[in-house]
């Protein structure tokens, strides 16, 4: 009993060691990532389509629910770029924006999201976030920065420009260009360079002059703060927001009610799937984060408890007017940086959001989206990463289709059926792949016990006895491919009487495989020629002792093939395949 | 040019050498097709849900098109038990039974089927059939038999149960079973049994009685027409339609009109998941039973021209009122045994079942429904198989799991939702295996150049060395197992310098798996432990080469791990890493 507990609320454990020395770590971790994560939480909420204060909203509670049920330390959750566009391409599809049904059904996206995320994690299901690859995820997050780039060009512009993906983005940005607010332009260009120059030259001048890597880290991810603060002031200064200058407005002070809105079960059903999406790409993307920021520090976690500590934090957003959140990177580059050394940190985050929203709201109304926009393009233009695309294809020719693909599809028709089509590509391209294995005709390296590839090398042969070696599992999407091979390659040699099949590289042999392994037998016995195996490995043999295939084997099984050879080839033709052992 | 048409056009390469022998076979095996499939072909277009004649309409143009595109000498098309069942269900689901709108959707469904197996087939897409596994179509099958046997009760029964599961039939049953009509069951029941006898115990006794096989094949075969024939008899003599039998009524004489139904945009689109479900089952099924006829008379098949043949078979069937059609099981062993030599024989039933649709409908008119009912029940039994489930269960729980977990959603849900499960039960199961793969920590065998797992044997191990030997390729699905089980290994070895990855079962390292093993040599490099890799097969080293991870690899690559294990091993502990090469 006590022992779950632990493995489920993982806080109980820490908060037993938890001293002075951590805690003092862990409230300066939280007081500067508070201050850098309030401008990003009102930026992605713009993006996700909502009110500024819902990402406000979800970067207090979820961070809560993740510091008990999570396991990095350093992980910080709330609001995150990809996250927040794929909410509102989901989202879009079934309310419009700026109405109250678009507000709840991007809270039942959460809920669903946390919900199916909880599920999978009391299931132990951690292992479903495999059926993506990584070019897939790759080719994913570039499409995503390009297309939260170009969905925030409007807000720099002053101008209306609705669609989730490149094509209607285009053709807005195309129809709507005249109406461009020179003024906001104005504000927000200069903010846009500041903000390049921090992000990409604040570093190495800093680290000129010397200062550490760690203050470093954390002044570069100052840019967007100053910038809002800098561009506020001169907003209400100047009184901009009478010049057409478009603001974040009125954020209401307070903490949101803990209460879910009604929903309809129409509305569950449409949002199913990019639930599901959400959920894995939010898995994903948090727990390879996680991976990498505990790995540093030779810190572990566990991939099925992150499941449930961002489940409930999904869970604990949708119940707090906030929308779907994950492990967000700069917020936990900073935490790391920062010193946190629990997920206390996370909590005491929370604290610090939780007094800003329920004192400093009035702050942001005179906050321009146009910064707010500067600052989300600087930030996603780091997921975009074309050397990896150039790699990928280099090194695998389906891996890079499935790269290309999934950003072609992202950009095209937008980031939900981007991400389905990547999955989609991933396994199909796997399965056709291993659906032609390589193998090879082999042949004996004279006076050696080697067997090679006859096509490659010098080998010796002899026409009664053919060895063919698979170099792949045997399972249903190659058995087929299997029959056909064995049928070709006995068709070609008329004076045929010992089959060996080598056996080296199977690691595995499904039913399916088995059947075709029995309609080969069959076959081979009505031509007049015996099937054998050879190199079987012992997990695969210990299988086929349990299937009756051995029994209709109509030739034997050997432990290497220099030994079958030996024994085949040694044997005089047409004797009584019952008398087939020589005495050599 | 003419290449390609020969290709695509096989029907141009036996025409060229078609004679008067070829003639006669052709045209007396379809001679006797004609007269089995006739009962056969009405009663699947009931279980379909369509009237009799679109039974006889789907068995003319198909078969035409089929034998000029499709490549099997002997495979017969036309309305399968299957496939009608799944029309039924997909139609039910966006059209009500008898009315206009169900025969149109039926049509639609068969003509987005055959444009989907058409697509596959330009696109030479027949591997994709290779994503569903044997186990899952053998439960499928199994699963679809009970639920055509238990739908067809009603008719024996005389009474209305609608519904396309298990659930629904039971309950249907339950509730109108005080309505059995007991004239239609004094009629049935004995027409089940004589059908029962004729299948399971006059082939034995014509086989004792010295009759030869291809005879007795064909004598059983015509159980069915037998018992219609009789019963038509009995219930024109007896007026029995009068009694309350129902009976399939008139049937419209005369060809279909070629054209296509109006359809709209919306109920192609509710019809395109069912119609590539059917698309694939079909194209499985079909080619399966095509392959095993081919296999007996040491002919071959081209399943990627077989997607022609059973595409335009479909399309041909839309257009001429009929509905979706595969290659059916007796209709084919029929053609076989009855000694068809080319695909000629299939456009002669053609031909025999249109001058029997121009001319003797009207003798159907009194056959009784209960009749065609008990001739599909004794034919459907034949595909419950519990046999196959019981050897998949002991001869792989995975498989096992796939095939009963597809039973099971059949049953319960119906025929799309049970393949759309088994569909997604093979791939994950198949990931799920492959996404842990079995590996071994290995020693050197004392003596001798050979490495077995330290578990299981007893053998030589380095504190400073640590070999790993992993079964399994490397890809997405267990990328981050590996680094898992890498690091898992390194915590437990405090003392370790080498560590070598040992390959000689990975046949291929995708993108995602490249980037695993970046990563593991990254965080070892950071421990201070050298990476190294053994026995990596020819094609993976081609595919690293053109990556840069073997500039990264901060160890070597080895030929085979015993000669890592000598140089590693003589090493002297803490020199320096460029000075490794010993003079031994």
């Known amino acids: 009993m006590r022992q779950r507990l632990l493995r489920y609320i993982p806080a109980i454990g820490w908060l037993r060691r938890y001293d002075r020395h951590a805690l003092g770590n862990d409230v300066a971790a939280a007081a500067l990532v508070t201050v850098i994560v309030i401008p990003q939480s009102l930026a992605f909420a713009l993006l996700a389509g909502l009110p500024a204060e819902a990402g406000l909203y979800a970067s207090i509670l979820p961070c809560i629910f993740y510091a008990i049920f999570g396991t990095s330390n350093t992980l910080a959750v709330g609001p995150v770029a990809l996250i927040s566009l794929m909410s509102a391409a989901a989202v879009g599809d079934v309310a419009t924006q700026g109405t109250a049904g678009f507000m709840i059904a991007s809270i039942y996206l959460a809920l669903l999201s946390g919900l199916i995320l909880l599920v999978m994690g009391l299931l132990r299901l951690g292992f479903l976030s495999n059926f993506i690859s990584h070019p897939v995820i790759s080719g994913f997050i570039t499409a995503s920065g390009i297309l939260i780039a170009a969905s925030q060009m409007k807000y720099l512009m002053g101008i209306d420009v609705p669609g989730d993906n490149a094509v209607e983005l285009a053709l807005g940005f195309y129809r709507n260009m005249d109406e461009t607010s020179f003024p906001t332009l104005a504000l927000g260009l200069p903010a846009l360079a500041f903000l390049y120059l921090m992000r990409d030259h604040l570093g190495p001048f800093l680290a000129q002059i010397k200062v550490s890597n760690r203050v470093s880290v954390i002044l570069v991810r100052l840019g967007p703060v100053i910038a809002v603060v800098v561009a506020t002031i001169l907003v209400s200064w100047l009184n901009l927001a009478q010049q057409g200058i478009d603001v974040v407005g009125e954020v209401p002070a307070g903490l949101p009610p803990l209460a879910l809105p009604q929903g309809s079960l129409e509305l569950i059903q449409n949002l199913m799937v990019p639930a599901m999406l959400i959920s894995i790409v939010t898995f994903v993307e948090s727990v390879s984060l996680a991976h990498k920021l505990a790995a540093r520090r030779h810190e572990r976690i566990d991939p099925d408890q992150e499941l449930l500590g961002l489940g409930t934090a999904n869970i604990a957003s949708a119940f707090s007017g906030g929308f779907a959140v994950a492990g967000g990177f700069s917020r936990s580059i900073i935490n790391y940086d920062a010193g946190a050394r629990t997920p206390a940190a996370g909590a005491f985050t929370a604290i610090g959001i939780g007094l800003i929203t329920l004192f400093f709201t009035p702050l942001f109304s005179n906050l321009p989206k146009a910064v707010l926009a500067a600052a989300i393009i600087i930030s996603v233009l780091s997921l975009v990463d074309f050397r990896a695309v150039r790699e990928t294809w280099k ?190």
């Open 395 to 584: 090194y695998s020719r389906h891996d890079g289709a499935a790269l290309v693909g999934t950003i072609g599809v992202t950009l095209v028709f937008g980031v939900i059926p981007g991400i389905l089509t990547g999955i989609a590509l991933s396994l199909i391209l796997y399965l056709w792949r291993t659906s032609r294995p390589h193998s090879a005709l082999v042949g004996r390296i004279r006076g050696s016990e080697a067997f090679r590839n006859i096509a490659r090398h010098d080998v010796e042969t002899d026409p009664r006895v053919l060895i063919l070696r698979v170099d792949e599992s045997l399972y249903f999407a190659n058995a087929r491919y299997l029959e056909d091979r064995v049928f070709t390659v006995i068709e070609e040699q008329p004076q045929l009487e010992e089959f060996i099949l080598m056996c080296p590289a199977v690691n595995y042999i499904d039913a399916s495989a088995l059947d075709s392994l029995e309609a080969i037998n069959g076959r081979l016995h009505d031509a007049g020629i015996r099937l054998h195996l050879s190199e079987v490995k012992g997990p695969v043999m210990d299988k086929l002792n349990q299937s009756r295939f051995l029994q209709g084997l109509n030739g034997d099984v050997f432990m290497t093939t220099y030994e079958a050879w030996c024994e085949l080839r040694t044997k005089p033709a047409n004797t009584d395949p019952g008398a087939v052992h020589p005495d050599s």
